[in-house]
DNA sequence: GTCTATATTAAGATAGAC
DNA sequence: GTCTATCTTAATATAGAC
């Protein structure tokens, strides 16, 4: 691939991404990434003025990618059922990862309410598009009154299960909780 | 009360802590706790060598607070399930707080793992406290064999509580998932 | 035991040569 | 478009006067 400036502007948001999930967002400094990418300092105030216009471009590209994973969802899955399902293993397919840096939404999240950062709702936005479509998902199985409130009480599960495998670096409990939320699921579609 | 070494040393320990929370522990410099406390940061060197100390400090004393809260719900329920219950409403009791900064106890731990902070261990020891006084109490309603299981679900759907209220600043979701786990709580008593 | 002054380091950010 | 050099600020931490 040539070095356009597009490119070298992809790169680092690519590389602050991952380095933010990592290390958080305050610890991750502009020669870290610069380093990481491959450009001087200097030269990375070329493509991006400041650290908070990095933040907004990495959030950004995560709602790309988090729109692609609901879409591929919608292909994958017939039934809503079986998209709710995708939704509860992804937590299974990302296992190793949260164990070692947690949920990438999640704590992105946690960070930037204490920083009191203006990006706080932007970062919000990736929450809100997962809720949204498992809103959508339980609507579709006839739970139009509670949908919103079963698709929180999802995303709550999810995030207290990778906040744990975090803290105690333990993949097993992940595993055991995925399936209980399958249960849940199943009980939850029989009710009425 | 005078201003004794151990009481100045005590007030440091309470700002710091509440510092941490609020605004974690790397946006927590020296100036802002000597400022708060009302020492000089040069004075400060006296009390606390290093932030580790001081944050070493803080986990403790959150340690004291923990075992002291788990000593008054063995004195306040007489039932192991109303123990448990225990646990549960303290989201309702501090909902406010929790709306604006989370769990001190999981917003910390998700801070030290993205630091790679030494003190991680030290401060996880603060959820297993939980987490054993809360298998304690399934053992005494005679779940021996999933004790420890049925303790970390209830502890990680505390924390995705306590991470989502914070992320969308609603207390209303908090009142909703207490009285979900209560009912969840019901339930797991009941079988078998 | 408390203060002021200062050393040191690292961060975000800019200027200007090439 | 990329670099080196530099500015500015703020943090941890220390030295030494009182």
Redesign the pocket.
């Known amino acids: 691939m040539v070095?356009?400036?597009e490119n070298?502007r992809e790169k680092i948001i690519t590389v602050a991404d991952d380095l933010f999930y990592r290390n958080g967002y305050v610890q991750?400094?502009?020669?870290?990434i610069?380093e990481a990418v491959?450009?001087?300092?200097?030269?990375?105030?070329?493509?991006f003025?400041?650290?908070?216009e990095i933040l907004d471009a990495v959030i950004n590209r995560r709602m790309g990618n988090v729109q692609r994973m609901l879409d591929q969802w919608e292909t994958e899955g017939k039934k809503p059922e079986d998209r709710i399902r995708c939704f509860i293993n992804i937590l299974l397919m990302n296992k190793v990862k949260i164990k070692q840096f947690g949920c990438p939404i999640g704590t992105l999240s946690t960070e930037l309410v204490k920083l009191e950062h203006e990006s706080q709702e932007e970062a919000n936005k990736l929450f809100t598009l997962i809720r949204g479509w498992l809103r959508d998902q339980f609507i579709a199985l006839g739970k139009k009154k509670e949908a919103d409130e079963l698709a929180m009480h999802l995303l709550a599960r999810s995030q207290g299960i990778a906040t744990l495998a975090n803290a105690f670096h333990d993949e097993k409990f992940i595993k055991n909780e995925v399936k209980q939320m399958n249960e849940w699921l199943e009980s939850t579609i029989k009710k009425q």
């Open positions: 070095d356009t400036k070298i991750t400094s502009f020669s870290t610069s491959g450009i001087s300092r200097g030269n990375f105030y070329y493509h003025k400041t650290k908070d």
